[in-house]
């Protein structure tokens, strides 16, 4: 599942190349029928919160798409790529296209219920001035494992399964440990390291969560097998105390911990 920095790396791009013009949109196969409704519109802005994007068109006009597990964009100059499997929307201009296929919700969202999803949303790392107040209130009251209270979209938006397990694993936190045990400190500390980390993979298309200093191998750039502490390493070596990586069933979700380096 795309996690927030691919999103607002969506948002950045589509922005860029659509946002003040007038543009095509249709749905070849079908699977978005209101196409119609936006085609010929002027696309206003493109607004990015967690996983979701929303596509401001006016007049209550906003198309929401949650890409979920399986959705994703491709995008390119014009001319239009022939139309081939389950291709659920295209928006293009004279000159740029993107295309969407799959995804779990790809609707026309007024802008009441746009704000109502806003506010079921927990801050987001990557919003310039969001405040994590109200996330570190929630998990300090609760007895739910950090792990699964760092992948709830109502504590925090946008984390998804890599950033969840290497954010604990760098602030040296184990996954189980229940919320409320989890101290003011460690998550100031997982904030601020989500904002930097997420910025940098807005940047940078490989999840890069591993210091220089850590990795066996120096230099750029980074191999494939080094840019993750534990995320999908279970059975292989801590690279900062040789431990083998741990991994469990959570919230639905696999996460990944070092016995070692994050105590329980």
């Known amino acids: 599942m795309p996690e927030g920095n691919e999103i607002h790396r969506f948002a950045e791009r589509h922005a860029a190349a659509f946002a003040g013009k007038r543009v095509g949109v249709d749905s070849p196969n079908g699977g978005f029928p209101d196409a119609d409704v936006l085609d010929g519109r002027k696309l206003i802005g493109v607004e990015a919160i967690g996983k979701h994007l929303g596509y401001n068109f006016g007049r209550d006009l906003i198309l929401h798409v949650h890409l979920g597990m399986y959705g994703t964009f491709k995008g390119g100059k014009l001319p239009l790529l022939p139309v081939k499997g389950a291709l659920r929307l295209r928006i293009y201009t004279k000159t740029d296209w993107i295309e969407l296929r799959g995804g779990t919700d790809t609707s026309i969202f007024t802008q009441a219920k746009w704000e109502s999803l806003l506010k079921r949303l927990g801050p987001d790392p990557l919003i310039p001035g969001s405040d994590p107040k109200p996330a570190f209130e929630k998990i300090a009251k609760r007895n739910t494992p950090i792990g699964a209270l760092l992948m709830d979209q109502s504590v925090f938006a946008g984390i998804g399964n890599i950033y969840r397990a290497e954010l604990l694993y760098r602030a040296r936190t184990h996954p189980l440990r229940p919320g409320k045990n989890v101290t003011p400190a460690a998550l100031k500390g997982i904030w601020n390291d989500a904002k930097k980390l997420l ?66």
């Open 199 to 264: 910025r940098e993979g807005v940047k940078n298309t490989r999840y890069v969560t591993t210091r220089p200093k850590d990795r066996p191998h120096k230099g750029n750039p980074v191999l494939e097998e080094e840019l993750h502490y534990v995320y999908r390493r279970h059975g292989k070596p801590c690279f900062v105390c040789g431990t083998k990586i741990e991994r469990a069933d959570l919230a639905g979700r696999t996460v990944y911990w070092c016995p070692t380096c994050q105590k329980d």
